[in-house]
């Protein structure tokens, strides 16, 4: 199975930027679909950005998109999010998380996708 590790959560005040770091065990198959998911208190889980390590594929929830950015390191098998431009409302615990095979537009963001997941990492934006 691949184990996730998440890395770079932390406190930023409003605007500021963040980096998580994904890092991911050997791959077993060739492409996997890496995504970015978190969770704020008293709310579900939802997608925020997912990444194929095949063809580098990437899907953004629309709160996110032009302030986040995910990126990948094949050589490390590492997945990056990049996060500018941060908001209260980005403040959640924010998880790695991974399926064998590309990431598909109709289901990136659906947290009953991922069959891998790492223990979250805490980003809090005041």
């Known amino acids: 199975d691949v184990q996730l590790v998440e890395s770079g959560g932390g406190s930023v005040q409003a605007g500021g930027s963040l980096r998580l770091t994904c890092a991911a065990s050997a791959y077993t198959y060739s492409s996997y679909c890496l995504g970015w998911l978190r969770q704020a208190p008293g709310k579900e889980r939802e997608g925020v950005a997912s990444?194929?390590?095949?063809?580098?594929?990437?899907y953004y929830a629309d709160s996110v998109k032009g302030r986040f950015t995910i990126s990948q390191d094949n050589a490390k098998n590492t997945v990056y999010l990049q996060m500018n431009s941060l908001k209260p409302g980005d403040t959640a615990i924010y998880y790695c998380?991974?399926?064998?095979?590309?990431?598909?537009?109709?289901?990136?963001?659906?947290?009953?996708?991922?069959?891998?997941w790492g223990q979250g990492t805490q980003v809090t934006v005041s």
């Open positions: 998380a991974a399926h064998r095979y590309d990431c598909y537009a109709g289901s990136w963001s659906y947290v009953s996708s991922y069959v891998h």
């Open positions: 990444i194929s390590t095949g063809d580098s594929r990437t």
